[in-house]
Every structure is written in structure tokens, then in C-alpha cells.
């Protein structure tokens, strides 16, 4: 497995997330970004999660409530990854992907576009 610190993934999440254009970050509302060492048990291969309500289902209901919630897991990227360069890649794959579940986009037009 590729050794990485929390510390320099989290700078790489960091990185992802500054590559984004402003034009799209402006429009994210109400959403936290973490990075957690593993993913939940029953699914040890998952890079990234998306938990909450995408805007595009917001409706006159949503006021006060917790933020949506993307969490990018450093343990199973590092094990797909043989290279620091194919850490950089695949942590900025799957922020795109995740935020984009928050735009409301689904798996498979991520799939279509090269963010699956």
C-alpha cells in the first residue's frame, strides 16, 4: 500500500476542491467536506460518499437543517493507487463525483463523463 499521512491526503482533498471553477463552488449550499481513514465496513473499497439532499430536490421544506455531508476515504484510495500522481488523480475524480451528486447528477452520467 502507498504510504501517505492524513495530513498530505487532506491537502490533496483541499487541492481537489480549490480546482473546482468558482462559478460551480458558488453555487454549492450547504455542504461539509471531510476526510475520514476508512469507509463504513460493509463497502471497504468505497473512495468517496455523498449524504444529503441534492439541490436539485430542494424545495420551500428546506431551512435549518444539517449540512450535506461528503466524506473522501483515504484508506482505500491509497491501496488502488501506485503512485503519488495516481493519488492526486483519483482524489480529484472522486471529489468531482461526489460534489456532483450534490448538483444532483446520478452514477451514470458520471460514468458517461469519466468521473465513475
Partial sequence: ?????REM???L???????????LTRLMDNVA???EDEPP??????LGLYEGTPLTERGEWYAGVL????????????????SREDVVAET????VHEIA????????????????
Avoid at 1 to 5: A, K, P, S
Avoid at 101 to 115: K, M, N, P, S
Fill in 41 to 46: 465496513a460493509d463497502d471497504p473499497e468505497l
Fill in 13 to 23: 482533498v483541499a487541492e481537489a476542491l480549490d480546482r473546482i471553477p468558482p462559478e
Fill in 67 to 82: 449540512p450535506d455531508r461528503i466524506t473522501i476515504y483515504r484508506g482505500p484510495t491509497l491501496r488502488m493507487c501506485e
Fill in 1 to 5: 500500500m502507498l504510504e501517505m499521512t
Fill in 101 to 116: 451528486h450534490h448538483f444532483g447528477i446520478d452514477d451514470a452520467r458520471l460514468h458517461a463523463l469519466g468521473y465513475g
Fill in 92 to 95: 480529484e475524480i472522486t471529489v
Fill in 9 to 11: 491526503f487532506e491537502e
Fill in 33 to 35: 467536506v471531510f476526510v
